[in-house]
């Protein structure tokens, strides 16, 4: 089992900066992946960027050139959110995948993950 517990989440102008945090605790050795992604109520849900083992970064076309995942140590995963729009207005997940996959973020869309957070709200106002 693994817990992924999200912070950083707030409410911000456009144009603007905010940088979320992921801890992930347990059995991380399983894992391939780790991401974020998004999803608005009633909307569908968004793999937005993701990071495997070696570090190699995947990104949504729509955070591109804006938003940049890293990863501290194994368990520690951010996400740089800059240049914020008011599109980005979204609950955010911290997700992990413990199987290997082509495109994560597909598969982050599709089911979100094997493992997710409790989520964190982000908020951009016009």
């Known amino acids: 089992q693994v817990q992924l517990v999200e912070s950083g989440g707030g409410s911000v102008q456009a144009g603007g900066s905010l940088r979320l945090s992921c801890v992930a605790s347990g059995y991380m050795y399983s894992l391939y992946f780790m991401g974020w992604f998004r999803q608005v109520p009633g909307k569908e849900r968004e793999g937005v960027a993701a990071?495997?083992?070696?570090?190699?970064t995947s990104y949504a076309d729509s955070v591109k050139g804006r938003f940049t995942i890293s990863r501290e140590t194994m368990n520690t995963v951010y996400l740089q959110m800059n240049s914020l729009k008011p599109e980005d207005t979204a609950i955010y997940y911290c997700a992990a995948l413990s199987v290997p996959a082509i495109q994560p973020l597909g598969v982050m869309t599709a089911r979100g993950g094997d493992y997710w957070g409790q989520g964190t709200q982000v908020s951009v106002s016009s």
């Open positions: 990071i495997d083992r070696s570090g190699m």
